[in-house]
């Protein structure tokens, strides 16, 4: 029988092998930019999950505390060593001695505001001593219903970031810890001025978002975060704020900033405090130069301004920044 002789392969056919992938690649990308939506304007509202940072936080420890889903509503917290069940008023202490951590936005708060009362035990009365960050705050009566109590804060004793609070039933016959006694803890606060009280921190939500109108109410003092990114490169960031009622120094700080991973770093794109004593309505506008850049615009509104109400509206992200 004859020798059965194999052809060879030609030489284009592994340098083929090797690009396929390649080209296979470069053609589902094209496939992608061909069918993938056009970008377009966006109002701000649909592209950022907001974030509100109060000058004065409000740490609630109910079991299943109100409006838990509202931007600002609910400060973080860690209860540490000391903390017994959960219930729907609040939070007992397990022993005479409780430390929690509070998050602070922002420091250089001069008032602890904590409202809570004493188990109903002995009809003795009793006091509750507080120290933040390891500098003794004082001691207020504790109550056997709930109220209030206040402790002045030395400057510098609460800062930004993590504070560590701790709380201790006393007793006053002896000045010392109360052993076998608990308290009820249903909410604490970091505030600014000396007069605050719950009644006046909460009277109205910090919030308040329209999403239709596309506009965002600011009622407290504190700081807006409103993160997002950018839909193509030379997008627009456009927005109008409006001073309601002014009165004294209101003021408010704009900020657009290149987001990084870590919470709460910022590298300032620009910066621009508007006053209200020199215009009642300022616009915002920023050209946001790379395509998909983390990017967040961020908005501190004063106690002053807070008090007759700020609106951001018109908040948009413009694709052609030709407009």
Known sequence: MGEVRRGRVPRWVLPALIALPFVAAVGID???????????????LEVSALRFDPADPIFDLRRDPPGGDEPGSGPGFTLESGWGQAADEGHW??????????????GGQRVLL??????????????????????????????RQLAECRFELAEGAVRSGSNRVELEVVDP?????????????????????????????????????DR??????????????????????????SGRVTFRAPAGDASCRVTVARRYSGPGRYDVVSERTLRAERSPTARI?????????????????N?????????????????DSRR
Not at 98 to 103: F, G, I, K, N
Request: glycine residues 8%; aromatic residues 2%; proline residues 4%.
């Open 30 to 44: 094209v496939v992608r930019v061909l069918t993938a939506e056009p970008a377009r304007d966006r109002d701000l």
């Open 285 to 301: 506008r920023q050209e946001l130069r790379d395509r998909q850049e983390p990017i967040a615009l961020i908005v501190d509104v």
């Open 114 to 143: 904590v409202d809570g009362r004493a188990d109903r035990g002995e009809r003795v009365p009793l006091l509750l001593a507080a120290a933040v960050n390891g500098v003794d705050c004082g001691r207020a009566r504790l109550e």
């Open 93 to 106: 202490t397990a022993a005479a001695a409780a430390v929690v951590r509070l998050e602070a936005g922002r």
């Open 303 to 319: 106690p002053a301004a807070a008090a007759g109400g700020v609106v951001l509206d018109q908040l948009r992200v413009e694709v």
């Open 212 to 237: 239709e109108r596309g506009s965002i109410l600011v009622r407290r003092a504190g700081r807006v975060t409103a993160p997002f990114s950018t839909l193509v490169s030379g997008s627009v960031l």
């Open 173 to 209: 016959r002896s000045g010392r810890e109360a052993r076998g006694r608990t308290a009820l803890i249903r909410r604490l606060a970091l505030a600014g001025a000396g007069t605050a009280s719950f009644d006046d921190l909460m009277t109205q939500p910090p919030l308040v978002v």
